[in-house]
Each structure stands twice: as structure tokens, then as C-alpha cells.
């Protein structure tokens, strides 16, 4: 089982980047996929997650209005569009994967990082000018 993360790099404020996350070893359709960012010195943070479905994603407040997370089962792959990208972005990003949710759990569930079965590598990303 491996998820891939890639698509990360240096970009100036107002930028924007497209991260991806390819899973291998198992198949994504039964899962519900976040992304998760860690600053150094800080906590993994919760940035944005999709359900199995498709039909629910639910994203931080911190990243809102500026980043779309999206998937593609038949791709076993799952995105992380980024835009308008402020130097506080700067992280290493990581994707991660759990066994689907029903609904009335998946927002509470989905922000906690020991709620997930499997994690990438995680891809830096970094806004600077």
C-alpha cells in the first residue's frame, strides 16, 4: 500500500500549484482521501478532505475559497488545487487515506490525523518572493 504525493515546489505569493496523490496497493473508491500540511515546529494541520463519493469535501477555514480538493477514482488519484498561495502555506503536504464514512461523521472524523489508515510521503511546498 503507498500513496504518492507529488506536485509540490517554490511559487511566489499568489500563485498556485496542484498537488497530487496516487495510491497503489489497493483502490481508492471505497475511501475517503484528505490532505494534511505540517510547518516546521508545528502540528499536522488538516487542509482539506473528500468523501468516497465524491459528493462531500469539506476544507479548513484557513485555505478556504483558495483551494479545492477533488479526485479521480479511475485514476486512483486524488488532487489538491491550489491558489492564491500566501507564505503561511509553506509546508509539507501530505495525502492520506481512511475507509469511507457515513455523512453525519465524516466532518468530524476526517480533521483528525490518527483517523487515517494509510499516509504518503508527503511534497514541500513553498511560497516565497
Known amino acids: 500500500v503507498q500513496l504518492q504525493a507529488s506536485g509540490g515546489g517554490l511559487v511566489q505569493p499568489g500563485g498556485s500549484l496542484r498537488l497530487s496523490c496516487a495510491a497503489s496497493?489497493?483502490?481508492?473508491?471505497?475511501?475517503?482521501m484528505g490532505w494534511f500540511r505540517q510547518a516546521p515546529g508545528k502540528e499536522r494541520e488538516f487542509v482539506a478532505a473528500?468523501?468516497?463519493?465524491?459528493?462531500?469535501?469539506y476544507v479548513a477555514d484557513s485555505v478556504k475559497g483558495r483551494f479545492t480538493i477533488s479526485r479521480e477514482n479511475a485514476k486512483n488519484t486524488v488532487y489538491l488545487q491550489m491558489n492564491g498561495l500566501k507564505p503561511e502555506d509553506t509546508a509539507v503536504y501530505f495525502c492520506?487515506?481512511?475507509?469511507?464514512?457515513?455523512?453525519?461523521?465524516?466532518?468530524?472524523?476526517?480533521?483528525?490525523?490518527?483517523?487515517?489508515?494509510?499516509w504518503g510521503q508527503g511534497t514541500q511546498v513553498t511560497v516565497s518572493s
Open positions: 473528500i468523501r468516497w463519493n465524491a459528493g462531500t469535501t
Open positions: 496497493g489497493f483502490t481508492i473508491s471505497n475511501y475517503d
Open positions: 492520506a487515506a481512511r475507509r469511507g464514512l457515513i455523512l453525519s461523521e465524516f466532518r468530524k472524523r476526517v480533521i483528525v490525523p490518527h483517523e487515517y489508515d494509510y
